[in-house]
C-alpha cells in the first residue's frame, strides 16, 4: 500500500487548494476544504480545526470530521500546547504523552494515537486558532507531513483572519444598521419585532421565486431598513391615534425618500439594496403608489416583495392608528390587491406559503424593550 502520495501529486492538491481558497468566501465552507485537505495531504483519519477564542480562553471546533461541536480549555491538551506555545505539536503515543487530554476521547468514544497540531497565527503573531490532525492512516506521522501542514496553515490562517475580520465588521455593521432601524420604528409600533418579521418573510417569499441564496440574504438583511426613514417624521403625525388628514399623510409619504437619503450608496451593494426598498416600498404595481408612481418592473423586485409583507404585517399588527387584522382577513385583503397594488407572482407565493408564513409571524411576537 502506498503510503505516501508522490510529490506531483501532492503539488496538484496545493494549486488545487489555493483556488479553492480564492473562490469560497464563506468561512465555513472555507475551512471544511481546508480540513478535507489537510487530512488528504497526510493520510490522516480526521482533521479538525479550532478558533481560540481569548476571551473564554477555549478552543472550540469550527470544523471537526466525524464529531460535533466541541469545546475545550486551552490550558489542556495537544491542540492548548499548539495554541499557547504558538509552535507545532507532534505526538506519535498520545496516551504515552504528558500534552494529551483524554477528554475529548472519552466524549467521542475515539481512540487518539497520533496527533500534529499547528497553531494558526495572524499577522501579529497571535493565535487565533489550532489545526489538528489525527491517526495517520498507515504508518506515523512524519516531519515531512508536519512540513506540509504548515504551508497549509499559513494558507489556512491568512485566510481565517480575513474571513473572522470580515465576519466581525459584516456583524458590526448590520447590528448597527438593524439597531437604527429600530429606533425608528419603536416609536409608532410599540415593539421591535416588526422588521424582523418582514426581514424573514420577505427572505422566504425571495427563495421561493428562485433567487439564489446570496441575493436571499441580501434581502433578508436589508428588508427590515424600509421604514427607517420614518425617523424624520414628527411624533405627531407618526404617533397619532386616529387617521392622518390630507397634509400628514403628505409629510407621511416622505418617509421613503428620508429612508432613501440616509441609506444610499452607490459604491455599496448592500446599502444600495436597502435605499432602494426605503424607497419603493409604497410603490404600486399599477403605478397609483408613492412617492414616484413608479409601475410594473420599475420598481425594484425587492421592493415588491417587500410591500407585500410589510402590508401583511401592519394590517396583523395593532398600530396606534388602528387594531390587529386576523389572518384570513389580511391574506384576503392580500389577494384583493392582486394585479393593482401588488405584484402578481409574489402574490402568488405569499398565498402559497400561507403555512409558512403565519408560523414566522407567531415565532417572532412583538415583545417590549427587545432592541437586542
Ligand atoms: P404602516 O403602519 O407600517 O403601514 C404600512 C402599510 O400597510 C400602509 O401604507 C398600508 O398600505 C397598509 N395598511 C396599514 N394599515 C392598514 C389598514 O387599516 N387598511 C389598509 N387597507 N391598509 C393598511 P400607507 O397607507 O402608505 O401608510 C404608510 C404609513 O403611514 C403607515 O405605515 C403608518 O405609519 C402611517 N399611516 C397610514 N395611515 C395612518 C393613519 O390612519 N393614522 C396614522 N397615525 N398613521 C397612518
Ligand atoms: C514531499 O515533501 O513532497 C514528500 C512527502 C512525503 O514523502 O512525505
Ligand atoms: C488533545 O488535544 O489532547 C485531544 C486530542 C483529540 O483527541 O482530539
Ligand atoms: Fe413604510
Ligand atoms: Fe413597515
Request: aromatic share 8%.
Amino acid at each position: 500500500m502506498d503510503s505516501c502520495k508522490g510529490a506531483e501529486q501532492k503539488l496538484k492538491l496545493l494549486i488545487e487548494f489555493g483556488h479553492v481558497l480564492i473562490e469560497k468566501r464563506d468561512l465555513d465552507a472555507m475551512l471544511h476544504t481546508i480540513a478535507d485537505f489537510a487530512r488528504e495531504l497526510v493520510e490522516a483519519d480526521r482533521c479538525s480545526i479550532y478558533i481560540y477564542d481569548k476571551i473564554h480562553d477555549t478552543l472550540w471546533t469550527k470544523v471537526a470530521h466525524e464529531v460535533g461541536r466541541i469545546t475545550i480549555p486551552a490550558s489542556k491538551g495537544v491542540a492548548g500546547y499548539a495554541a499557547l506555545s504558538k509552535e507545532v505539536q507532534v505526538v506519535v503515543d498520545a496516551y504515552n504523552d504528558f500534552r494529551f487530554n483524554p477528554d475529548v476521547d472519552m466524549r467521542t468514544g475515539y481512540i487518539t494515537n497520533q496527533i500534529i497540531a499547528i497553531p494558526l497565527l495572524d499577522q501579529k503573531g497571535e493565535t487565533i486558532g489550532v489545526l489538528q490532525v489525527l491517526n495517520k492512516k498507515e504508518g506515523h506521522f512524519t516531519f515531512d507531513d508536519a512540513e506540509m501542514l504548515l504551508f497549509v496553515a499559513n494558507q489556512a490562517s491568512a485566510a481565517l483572519e480575513t474571513a473572522l475580520l470580515y465576519d466581525e465588521i459584516r456583524t458590526t455593521h448590520l447590528k448597527l444598521i438593524t439597531k437604527l432601524s429600530s429606533a425608528a420604528e419603536f416609536k409608532d409600533e410599540e415593539t421591535s419585532c416588526h422588521t424582523k418579521r418582514v426581514g424573514e418573510i420577505s427572505a422566504l417569499l425571495a427563495e421561493c421565486i428562485g433567487l439564489d441564496e446570496e441575493k436571499v440574504d441580501l434581502i433578508r438583511a436589508t428588508a427590515p431598513m424600509h421604514d427607517i426613514g420614518k425617523i424624520g417624521i414628527p411624533d405627531a403625525i407618526l404617533l397619532k391615534k386616529g387617521p392622518l388628514d390630507e397634509s400628514e399623510f403628505e409629510k407621511m409619504k416622505e418617509h421613503t425618500k428620508i429612508g432613501y437619503n440616509i441609506l444610499e450608496d452607490h459604491e455599496n451593494e448592500f446599502l444600495h439594496a436597502a435605499a432602494l426598498i426605503a424607497l419603493e416600498h409604497h410603490e404600486h404595481y399599477d403605478g397609483n403608489g408613492y412617492p414616484e408612481g413608479k409601475r410594473g418592473d420599475e420598481i425594484s423586485l425587492p421592493a415588491r416583495i417587500v410591500a407585500v409583507v410589510d402590508v401583511f404585517d401592519a394590517l396583523t399588527s395593532d398600530r396606534p392608528y388602528k387594531k390587529a387584522w386576523d389572518y384570513d382577513k389580511a391574506f384576503e385583503y392580500i389577494q384583493s390587491r392582486e394585479g393593482l397594488q401588488f405584484d402578481p407572482l409574489i402574490c402568488y407565493h405569499f398565498i402559497e406559503n400561507r403555512a409558512e408564513i403565519i408560523r414566522i409571524k407567531e415565532s417572532l411576537k412583538d415583545e417590549k424593550n427587545s432592541l437586542d
